[in-house]
C-alpha cells in the first residue's frame, strides 16, 4: 500500500474514532474524561494533518543520499590534539582530576 493510501486510510479511522467520541460523549455528557478523549482525538487530527502535509509528493518517501567512505586509513596528523579532546586525566599529560 502506498503513503498516500496509508493516510487515506488514516484519516477514514480517525474520522470514525471522532464520530464514536461524539456518540460517547451524548451517553456519558460533558464531564472531564470525555474532555480529556475528545481533546486527544483532536491532536490526532492535527498531527496526521501535519504528517500529510510533510509527505513528499507522489507518495514516495525521500531515501537519503548515501555517503561513501573510504577504506583507506585516515591521516595521523588529524590526531595529534587528541589529548586535549575528553579523552580524560590519565591520557593528558601534566593534568589531574579534581
Known amino acids: ?4 493510501d496509508e493516510l487515506t486510510t488514516t484519516q477514514r479511522c480517525l474520522d470514525d ?4 467520541v461524539g456518540r ?7 464531564g472531564l474524561d470525555i474532555r480529556r478523549v475528545r481533546t486527544d482525538a483532536d491532536h490526532l487530527r492535527e498531527s496526521l494533518a501535519l504528517l500529510r502535509e510533510a509527505a513528499p509528493p507522489g507518495g514516495t518517501p525521500a531515501r537519503p543520499d548515501l555517503v561513501t567512505i573510504p577504506d583507506a ?8 590534539d587528541s589529548d586535549d579532546e575528553g579523552l580524560g586525566s590519565t591520557r593528558s599529560r601534566g ?3 579534581p
Do not use: F, I, N
Open 95 to 97: 593534568r589531574r582530576t
Open 1 to 4: 500500500m502506498s503513503l498516500h
Open 17 to 20: 474514532l471522532v464520530r464514536a
Open 24 to 30: 460517547l460523549e451524548k451517553q456519558v455528557g460533558h
Open 73 to 80: 586509513p585516515y591521516d595521523a596528523s588529524l590526531w595529534t
